[in-house]
């Protein structure tokens, strides 16, 4: 039975894991760094920045995740769909009986063909 690999969309999976493993790591330095930087002085126009820093790593971070959704989600459909097309496929034996192919005498084909005209 045929069956498709599926392995570089589950390496992709793994790497979307680490980007958001990576990605949380990130966040969480920052969210570690801010409230320390708000206790110095002239600090203000860096903390701004790294909050914008912050919130856009979450948004990438928003998408990564909504794309290891949809990648895992395919990859659970596919898995079930060629399930199905291999239960139907296994169903659907079909056994063809042998039949006798005679010799035709073509010979009585003139008369028949004078006959109509």
């Known amino acids: 039975m045929l069956k498709i690999r599926i392995n570089p969309v589950m390496d992709i999976q793994r790497d979307l894991r680490r980007q958001l493993s990576s990605l949380d790591s990130e966040i969480g330095e920052l969210e570690r760094v ?6 110095l002085s002239g600090m203000d ?3 701004m920045g790294l909050r914008r820093q912050r919130d856009r790593l979450e948004e990438s971070r928003r998408t990564l995740n909504r794309m290891l959704q949809c990648i895992e989600k395919t990859i659970l459909y596919y898995n079930s769909c060629e399930d199905r097309i291999c239960d139907f496929a296994q169903q659907e034996i079909i056994v063809y ?4 192919i005679g010799v035709s005498d073509l010979g009585s084909i003139s008369g028949l063909l004078q006959s109509v005209f």
Request: net charge positive; charged share 25%; no cysteine.
């Open 34 to 39: 801010l409230p320390q930087l708000g206790g």
């Open 45 to 47: 126009a860096v903390q």
């Open 97 to 100: 009986r042998r039949h006798k």
